[in-house]
């Protein structure tokens, strides 16, 4: 008898359940329905959560273009070896730090270094960007970043304060490279985001 009592009492817990279940998501997925309703009979504008509409576009850059200085470059990807104390150099291509942003049009340093020679980045020393010229960053994902040449400062070799804090701020492009009769300079071009095709 009382198997049969808990038995019976199990299945009504359950419908219960089912009920308050059933009562609860019309109650829940019906609210935007109810919202506009209001809204309706009152004459007062509907307040209804909407979803972030923009998707973040990103990718690892491949290739860097700044036509004003008439760089034409593929991008590999570049490390830093702690143990060495050195950063992956080719004699021919640019280098993506991967410790930094991937380029993207939400936030964050995007940071491309190379050899001041003539093979790599050689002519922004001899043939800086005008302000307000463009470069173009081809991505892994098929994105193509615009920017846009703001400024240029030159740093010690030893001033590595370009790397914090990448992640923060309104998107942009440093390239860097070493400038000066003997190599001296670490000069940086600074870009800011323009637009993703």
């Not at 998501?25 to 959560?49: L, N």
């Not at 950063?87 to 190379?114: C, K, R």
């Not at 400062?153 to 309104?170: A, E, M, N, W």
């Amino acid at each position: 008898m009382l198997r049969k009592i808990y038995f019976f009492g199990g299945i009504a817990f359950l419908y219960a359940m089912t009920i308050g279940a059933v009562l609860y998501s019309s109650h829940v997925f019906d609210r935007p329905a109810r919202i506009a309703h209001a809204a309706v009979s009152t004459g007062i504008p509907p307040i209804v959560p909407t979803a972030a509409s923009h998707k973040i576009r990103s990718g690892e850059p491949t290739r860097i273009v700044i036509p004003a200085s008439g760089i034409d470059l593929p991008v590999d990807e570049g490390r830093y070896n702690a143990k060495e104390d050195t950063w992956t150099l080719s004699p021919d291509h640019a280098e993506f730090a991967v410790s930094t942003m991937p380029a993207n049009d939400q936030a964050g340093t995007t940071f491309i270094y190379g050899h001041g020679t003539d093979a790599v980045f050689g002519r922004l020393a001899s043939l800086p960007p005008p302000v307000g010229s463009t470069a173009r960053v081809y991505t892994d994902s098929g994105h193509v970043f615009i920017y846009t040449f703001q400024s240029r400062r030159d740093l010690q070799p030893t001033d590595t304060s370009i790397l914090r804090g990448v992640t923060k701020g309104t998107p942009r492009l440093i390239v860097q490279t070493c400038t000066g009769a003997f190599s001296e300079w670490r000069s940086e071009f600074i870009f800011s985001y323009q637009k993703v095709q």
